[in-house]
Structures are given as C-alpha cells and as structure tokens.
C-alpha cells in the first residue's frame, strides 16, 4: 500500500518531526497565553478573539508543513503580541479607541420593558436573551430593573427589590405562546413584543403604545426568591 495516503509527501520520518514540532508550539501558545493575562474564554473581547485566532492559525502551520520553521511562528507570535499590548494602552488611554474596539455595555431591559431601540442593534434572538434570562432566575420583566449587555457578551441582571415587584411579561417558553383574545377588566397583560404592561378596562387601547404591537399575554407579578 501507497504510504503517501496516510503520510502524504513527507513520508513517516516526518512524522516524528510534527510531534516534537506540536509539542514545541504547545509550549510555546502557552507561554504566549500567559503573557495576555489571566481572562476566561467568556470574557474575551472580539479583539482578544481575534488575538487568539491570530495566535492558533501561526501556531498551526510550522506544526505539519516542514517547509515553514518555527522561528517563522515565533516572530508572527512577537508581532500579535505586540499589537496587543500597544491597543490595550491606547484602549486605556482613548475612550475612543475603547468603543471601536470593545464596543458598549447596551440596556437590553429598563424598568421590566425593552429597550426596542438598543435590542434592534445586538445580533442576539429574543429567544437566546430570555433563556440568559432564565438562567439567572428570571420568571417575568416585572422582576427586573435593568438588563445590561456587557461588552463580553455576557448578561447583568438588577433585580428590583422583591417587596417592589411590579407586573411583567413572563419568559417562560409556555408562557409567551399563551396570548390572549378576551381580556378581563382589572387585569394585568403584557406585549409579547416589548414588555409593555397595562391594567385592562374597557376604554383601554388593545395596541401597544410602546411597539404598535397587538399581541398580549397575561402578566405576572411572581416575586423573586433569592
């Protein structure tokens, strides 16, 4: 059998040559880590995932391809490091800088409703958002005072004090399928859309005077058990 199928034009000698060549850039990637500092994966911003693509993709060749050494993956490695460094002073310095680079912490929820405007502006599904929410404990938007989307991607959820639970829009899958047609005087609904909450009466206007929208569900003013 052809032993190019499995070690292609290299042959096996090669093959003792990638391991130590992977074990080297192993180390190396670590060392390179290490001097980026101490932030989880979750907590990268898109610079720093870019640094990390950067760091991965340079790693990678000198690994397999005989023709490209390590020294050539070192001074990339010193390149990217470099430019780190100097964006994370400028970032620093520059508030400027920070936004192009970092981008805003944005008020997703105020005060139980949508911000509409600012949501339109994240990629993130309202699905993916009230499952955030969720996990955090969150039954309704009645419970919460501000949702902020940190420049990480992560969720921070300000509870407003149990005591002071208003009525708001449940997020329980269920719950959201649940509109209603016939709306009783003296209760509670909220916009499927936006969270808007009104006390039904007869004079009350079935369009919502925050979306336009006209789906309803019934609200919920469950306070939070910490």
Not at 59 to 64: E, K, L, R
Not at 91 to 102: A, D, H, L, R, T
Not at 137 to 164: D, W
């Amino acid at each position: 059998m052809d032993e190019n199928i499995f070690f292609g034009d290299t042959g096996i000698s090669f093959t003792f040559s990638i391991i130590l060549r992977t074990f080297l850039m192993f180390v190396i990637i670590l060392l390179f880590l290490r001097l980026l500092g101490k932030r989880g994966v979750k907590q990268l911003s898109v610079f720093e995932l870019v640094v990390i693509l950067g760091l991965g993709s340079a790693a990678g060749d000198p690994m397999i391809y005989k023709e490209i050494g390590i020294v050539s993956a070192l001074v990339a490695f010193a390149v990217i490091v470099i430019c780190y460094k100097l964006l994370t002073v400028l970032v620093f310095k520059y508030k400027w800088i920070e936004n192009i680079v970092e981008g805003k912490e944005v008020y997703i929820i105020k005060k139980g409703k949508f911000a509409i405007e600012e949501f339109k502006k994240e990629s993130v599904s309202k699905d993916e958002f009230f499952m955030e929410l969720r996990l955090q404990g969150v039954f309704h938007l009645g419970q919460v005072e501000y949702a902020i989307l940190e420049t990480s991607g992560e969720l921070s959820v300000y509870f407003i004090a149990p005591q002071q639970t208003k009525y708001g829009l449940p997020i329980l899958p269920d719950s959201l399928q649940k509109t209603v047609s016939i709306f009783k005087t003296g209760t509670f609904y909220s916009c499927t859309f936006c969270g808007q909450t009104i006390k039904y009466r007869t004079t009350t206007s079935l369009i919502c005077p925050q979306c336009n929208k006209q789906e309803w569900t019934k609200a919920s003013n469950r306070k939070i058990s910490f």
